[in-house]
């Protein structure tokens, strides 16, 4: 099994401007698998589903984070935005109306919702809806992970993914948190701040 690997900011190894832990060959090694013939025919039966179940819907307990997240785009559509493909993946995004649902993959749980506004070029997060068990000690993590779905899913990028700050400091719990949460998509994981914009260094000169 690939080994999660610790590389600080300043690693040339490392292409992020925070410390953490390298977990995408572990993510990628691993393979998700379930005994639950049940749980495997849901997953395969859900692949079909646009989400529609879902409109109007909120996480069980949720809780209001009043909260602006801005990204390029503008041009919404009803329906599917990301489709997990493999048990690998662990979410669905769906997008009806001016909300975005986020739902696990293998139950169709909602974990998160997200209200938001457009413009010609842009897409705003304004409030995201949580379960309160999702926001214990501050809303942060909760706001970090919509935001994350949003880059990585949505638009592809390849960024960080945040860790709560509880978790044990183990490459080993790490990876495996990393999967459960994110699936085979993420590539490392810190307890750094996510949000921020300057996220990637700079690429070097070819000149």
Known sequence: MS???WLGKDDPRNPFTVDGYDCLAFVRAMRATTNDKDVADKFVAL??????NHVGQMPEGAT????????????????????AQRMEQKWDIYLYGSR????RSWTDALVFCADFSTTANTLAIETIWAPVEAIDGGPGLAVRQVDYLI?????RRAVPHPLPEGLEKDPGT???YSFSQYGSL???G??????????????????
């Open 3 to 5: 080994e999660v690997r």
């Open 47 to 52: 692949r079909k589903s646009v989400g529609a």
């Open 64 to 83: 209001a984070i009043e909260h602006r997240l801005v990204y390029p785009g503008g041009g919404t559509a009803d329906g599917v935005l990301f489709k």
């Open 100 to 103: 975005l649902y986020f739902c």
């Open 151 to 155: 880059k990585n899913h949505l638009l």
């Open 174 to 176: 790490i990876g495996l």
């Open 186 to 188: 993420c590539c490392f």
């Open 190 to 207: 810190t307890y750094a701040d996510t949000l921020r914009g300057d996220l990637h260094k700079p690429r070097p000169s070819s000149g």
